[in-house]
Protein backbone atom coordinates (compact mmCIF):
# COMPACT_ATOMS: atom_id res chain seq x y z
CA UNK A 1 0.00 0.00 0.00
CA UNK A 2 1.39 3.10 -0.48
CA UNK A 3 2.55 5.44 1.94
CA UNK A 4 2.57 9.56 2.03
CA UNK A 5 4.37 10.93 4.80
CA UNK A 6 4.82 14.79 5.27
CA UNK A 7 7.46 17.06 7.39
CA UNK A 8 8.91 20.14 7.77
CA UNK A 9 5.70 22.34 8.73
CA UNK A 10 6.15 24.70 11.53
CA UNK A 11 5.80 28.19 13.00
CA UNK A 12 7.75 31.01 10.89
CA UNK A 13 6.91 34.74 10.90
CA UNK A 14 4.96 36.23 8.00
CA UNK A 15 7.68 36.75 5.31
CA UNK A 16 9.60 33.91 6.32
CA UNK A 17 10.44 30.35 4.57
CA UNK A 18 9.73 26.52 4.95
CA UNK A 19 10.56 23.60 2.80
CA UNK A 20 7.95 21.07 3.13
CA UNK A 21 9.25 17.31 2.22
CA UNK A 22 6.95 14.30 1.44
CA UNK A 23 8.12 10.98 1.90
CA UNK A 24 6.81 8.28 -0.74
CA UNK A 25 6.53 4.52 -1.09
CA UNK A 26 8.78 3.46 -4.03
CA UNK A 27 7.65 3.76 -7.60
CA UNK A 28 4.96 7.11 -6.86
CA UNK A 29 7.30 9.68 -7.45
CA UNK A 30 8.16 8.24 -10.78
CA UNK A 31 4.93 6.91 -11.62
CA UNK A 32 2.67 9.19 -10.95
CA UNK A 33 2.01 13.45 -10.76
CA UNK A 34 2.50 14.63 -7.68
CA UNK A 35 0.83 17.84 -5.95
CA UNK A 36 0.83 19.63 -2.80
CA UNK A 37 -2.34 20.24 -1.23
CA UNK A 38 -3.52 22.19 1.90
CA UNK A 39 -6.04 22.68 4.37
CA UNK A 40 -7.31 25.81 6.32
CA UNK A 41 -9.49 25.38 9.62
CA UNK A 42 -13.07 25.32 8.15
CA UNK A 43 -11.72 25.34 4.52
CA UNK A 44 -11.98 22.50 2.04
CA UNK A 45 -8.68 21.19 0.98
CA UNK A 46 -7.26 22.41 -2.26
CA UNK A 47 -4.43 21.20 -4.45
CA UNK A 48 -1.70 24.38 -4.78
CA UNK A 49 1.24 23.46 -6.50
CA UNK A 50 1.23 19.82 -9.05
CA UNK A 51 4.26 18.41 -10.83
CA UNK A 52 3.39 16.09 -13.92
CA UNK A 53 5.87 12.88 -14.84
CA UNK A 54 7.18 15.61 -17.87
CA UNK A 55 8.07 18.22 -15.24
CA UNK A 56 5.37 20.44 -15.75
CA UNK A 57 4.35 22.58 -12.78
CA UNK A 58 1.35 24.51 -11.86
CA UNK A 59 0.59 26.48 -8.87
CA UNK A 60 -2.43 27.80 -7.51
CA UNK A 61 -2.92 32.41 -7.76
CA UNK A 62 -2.70 32.49 -4.40
CA UNK A 63 0.66 30.84 -4.25
CA UNK A 64 2.41 31.47 -7.74
CA UNK A 65 6.00 33.36 -7.27
CA UNK A 66 5.94 32.17 -4.14
CA UNK A 67 5.89 28.25 -3.70
CA UNK A 68 8.23 25.98 -5.45
CA UNK A 69 7.62 22.26 -6.63
CA UNK A 70 10.23 19.46 -7.01
CA UNK A 71 11.01 15.91 -6.35
CA UNK A 72 14.21 13.95 -5.82
CA UNK A 73 13.92 10.48 -7.49
CA UNK A 74 16.74 8.60 -6.04
CA UNK A 75 15.67 9.56 -2.07
CA UNK A 76 11.82 9.33 -3.37
CA UNK A 77 11.20 12.68 -1.48
CA UNK A 78 8.80 15.74 -2.93
CA UNK A 79 9.38 19.33 -1.74
CA UNK A 80 7.14 22.19 -1.43
CA UNK A 81 9.95 24.91 -0.99
CA UNK A 82 7.77 28.33 0.58
CA UNK A 83 8.78 31.83 0.36
CA UNK A 84 6.90 35.07 1.19
CA UNK A 85 4.71 33.20 3.22
CA UNK A 86 1.90 35.06 5.08
CA UNK A 87 -0.59 34.22 7.05
CA UNK A 88 -3.24 32.98 5.07
CA UNK A 89 -0.96 29.94 4.13
CA UNK A 90 -1.60 28.91 7.28
CA UNK A 91 -3.03 25.30 6.92
CA UNK A 92 -1.94 21.69 7.04
CA UNK A 93 -0.15 20.84 3.73
CA UNK A 94 -0.10 17.48 2.18
CA UNK A 95 1.11 15.70 -0.55
CA UNK A 96 -1.02 13.08 -3.01
CA UNK A 97 -1.27 12.82 -6.61
CA UNK A 98 -3.49 14.98 -8.18
CA UNK A 99 -4.73 12.71 -11.00
CA UNK A 100 -7.27 9.81 -10.25
CA UNK A 101 -8.22 8.43 -7.55
CA UNK A 102 -5.63 9.69 -4.76
CA UNK A 103 -3.33 7.20 -2.21
CA UNK A 104 -4.25 7.55 1.31
CA UNK A 105 -3.55 10.33 3.28
CA UNK A 106 -0.59 11.11 5.07
CA UNK A 107 -1.02 12.85 8.42
CA UNK A 108 0.29 16.23 7.02
CA UNK A 109 2.40 18.68 8.21
CA UNK A 110 1.28 21.82 10.03
CA UNK A 111 2.28 25.54 9.02
CA UNK A 112 1.63 28.14 11.24
CA UNK A 113 2.27 32.00 9.85
CA UNK A 114 2.07 34.57 12.09
CA UNK A 115 1.86 38.20 11.71
Known amino acids: QVQLVESGGGLVQAGGSLTLSCAAS????????MGWYRQAPGKQRELVARRSLFGVTNYAESVKGRFTISKDNAKSLLYLQMNGLKPEDTAVYYCNTPTGAPFPWGPGTQVTVSS
Open 26 to 33: EGVLTGYA
